[in-house]
């Protein structure tokens, strides 16, 4: 298997437009974390799906952000509009229930956004 | 705020062991707590996980107190390329019986040759 494949690698965008996030998880996973990386805030768990349900949306930092999960091999992250303070890197992650580790996610490489 | 304590930095050379600890003090009682690795440009990592006592794997080894409320990840004679950054990963309970996902502050590791 490929893991987690995120799209795209790098996003430079200007403040107002709409950036969308792409992530395609580990085939026969059932769960799909979306994380937040900076600096400042460290990693943080924007939202999660199982079985393409959202579970918790908790930390989804505003309405600018939505997740959606349409089918069990594709997810989006959405933020509309963007701003510079949403510059991070932003990870995918997938975990399967009852196989191996009970918390063992599997992280795609990320999407580095830049908002300027 | 629920949250986790780490140290923000840890050095060591070669061939030792190193500790990392993580507090936890209002962690879940139902749910393991994990560790994971971070190298630079790369996404973590999942090296080991637990829910009490002891746990060994072929890399790591956790310990956690009959409490819970911390963990330590034990890498036995680190070598160069286990510098990286390292967080532990548990389910905190936030005001309100929330429950949270929460990654600790994470701990950079630099291994001396």
């Known amino acids: 298997d490929a893991g987690v494949i995120q799209s795209p690698r790098h996003e430079v965008t200007e403040m107002g437009q709409e950036v969308t996030l792409r992530c395609k998880p580990i085939?026969?996973?059932?769960?799909l974390f979306w994380y937040r990386q900076t600096m400042m805030r460290g990693l943080e768990l924007l939202i999660y799906?199982?079985?393409?349900?959202?579970?918790?949306d908790s930390g989804m930092p505003e309405d600018r952000f939505s997740a959606k999960m349409p089918n069990a091999s594709f997810s989006t992250l959405k933020i509309q509009p963007s701003e510079p303070r949403d510059s991070a890197v932003y990870f995918c992650?997938?975990?399967?229930?009852?196989?191996?580790?009970?918390?063992?996610?599997?992280f795609g490489p990320g999407t580095r956004l830049t908002v300027l | 705020l629920a949250k986790t304590t780490q140290p923000i930095s840890m050095d060591s050379y070669e061939g030792q062991e190193v500790n990392i600890t993580c507090s936890h003090n209002?962690?879940?009682?139902?749910?393991?707590i994990t560790w994971y690795q971070q190298f630079p440009s790369q996404g973590p990592r999942f090296i080991i996980q637990?829910?009490?006592t002891k746990v060994t794997n072929e890399v790591a080894s956790l310990f956690i107190p009959a409490d819970r409320k911390s963990s330590t990840l034990s890498l036995p004679r680190v070598s160069l390329s286990d510098t990286a950054v390292y967080y532990c990963?548990?389910?905190?309970?936030?005001?309100?019986?929330?429950?949270?996902?929460?990654f600790g502050s994470g701990t950079q590791l630099t291994v001396l040759p």
């Open positions: 992650a997938s975990r399967q229930t009852g196989f191996g580790s009970y918390n063992e996610q599997f």
């Open positions: 085939s026969g996973h059932d769960y």
């Open positions: 799906f199982n079985n393409n349900v959202p579970i918790d």
């Open positions: 209002n962690i879940a009682t139902n749910d393991y």
């Open positions: 637990g829910y009490k």
């Open positions: 990963l548990v389910v905190l309970i936030s005001s309100g019986s929330a429950r949270q996902l929460t």
